[in-house]
């Protein structure tokens, strides 16, 4: 989509001598039609705001920039600005940077709708960064987002499985997710320890189920929290009459967690604010 002419990514981390820190869960992606898979993912970007979180030295960026996104980049290591300012200087009026943590950043205010994050996430805050963004999910159009495969695993996993969980629940309400590709470790520099997973995920124009947030986000913690207790114990956490909770709203108090579904999650959290028990 452009005819922008870069010199190799590892050429541009030799000359700044750039090396991934640990302590920022930096995994540089340097593939470049991998890159340009994930930006392709999120559709057409020639509209609105791709907002890309640890850009590092700018592999998927680039992709982002030849898709014709406008991009604002969110990076927390400073060693990284001059590289995005070469970016930027090649790419006009289409790279914004921010020098800061993607963690106090709220990204559904950042540039222009449509809104889509595209990022492969530093690993080590994840999880935190797609729980805050949930909040205002229909903020985004879409997120295309690189986690570990563990993680990728638990946002899509089904009820009555092993990696079902808050993290499933809670996004499955919000959002249809779709796990799209797994990414090999040698595909980094450096390789990380653990595989990769690119995740799709499209905010649903209504949650799954009426629920108040607040409650339901109580309600699977209470019962994830001891997932190996029947629902008449682990519940208990809340303040309610477990049992009496259940039957209202027709589970069994002796299931366990794992097999309630979405709904059912909602339809307990519903029965506690309606004060029904």
Request: proline share 9%; with cysteine; aromatic share 4%.
């Given at each position: 989509m452009n005819n922008?002419?870069?010199?190799?990514?590892?050429?541009?981390?030799?000359?700044?001598?750039?090396?991934?820190?640990?302590?920022?869960?930096?995994?540089?992606?340097?593939?470049?039609n991998l890159t340009a898979r994930i930006a392709r993912a999120g559709g057409d970007l020639t509209t609105g705001t791709c907002i890309e979180i640890g850009p590092g030295p700018g592999g998927l960026t680039r992709a982002l920039l030849d898709q014709g996104a406008?991009?604002?980049?969110?990076?927390?290591?400073?060693?990284?600005?001059?590289?995005?300012?070469?970016?930027?200087?090649?790419?006009?009026?289409?790279?914004?940077?921010?020098?800061?943590d993607a963690l106090q950043i709220d990204a559904s205010q950042l540039g222009a709708a449509p809104r889509r994050i595209i990022a492969n996430l530093p690993y080590n805050i994840g999880t935190e960064l797609l729980l805050g963004w949930l909040e205002h999910i229909n903020a985004f159009e879409c997120l295309v987002l690189m986690f570990q495969s563990e993680v990728a695993s638990r946002l899509t996993a089904p009820a009555d499985t092993k990696a079902y969980g808050r993290l499933s629940v809670m996004t499955q309400w919000l959002c249809d997710v779709e796990q799209l590709f797994h990414v090999n470790p040698k595909a980094?520099?450096?390789?990380?320890?653990?595989n990769s997973t690119v995740v799709r995920l499209i905010p649903r124009p209504?949650?799954?189920?009426?629920?108040?947030?607040?409650?339901?986000?109580?309600?699977?913690?209470?019962?994830?929290?001891?997932?190996r207790k029947m629902l008449r114990q682990s519940l208990k956490t809340l303040g309610v009459?477990?049992?009496?909770?259940?039957?209202?709203?027709?589970?069994?108090?002796?299931a366990r967690a794992e097999v309630l579904t979405v709904e059912q999650f909602c339809a307990l959290a519903n029965a506690i604010d309606q004060k029904l028990v």
């Open positions: 922008v002419t870069l010199p190799p990514l590892r050429d541009v981390i030799a000359r700044h001598g750039l090396m991934a820190t640990k302590a920022l869960g930096q995994h540089f992606l340097l593939d470049l406008h991009v604002i980049a969110i990076e927390k290591d400073k060693r990284c600005r001059e590289i995005l300012e070469e970016l930027r200087g090649a790419y006009p009026d289409r790279l914004e940077t921010l020098e800061a980094f520099t450096p390789p990380p320890s653990v209504e949650p799954l189920a009426p629920a108040r947030r607040q409650t339901l986000e109580r309600v699977t913690a209470a019962a994830f929290g001891q997932r009459d477990a049992e009496a909770l259940c039957r209202v709203v027709g589970i069994d108090p002796t």
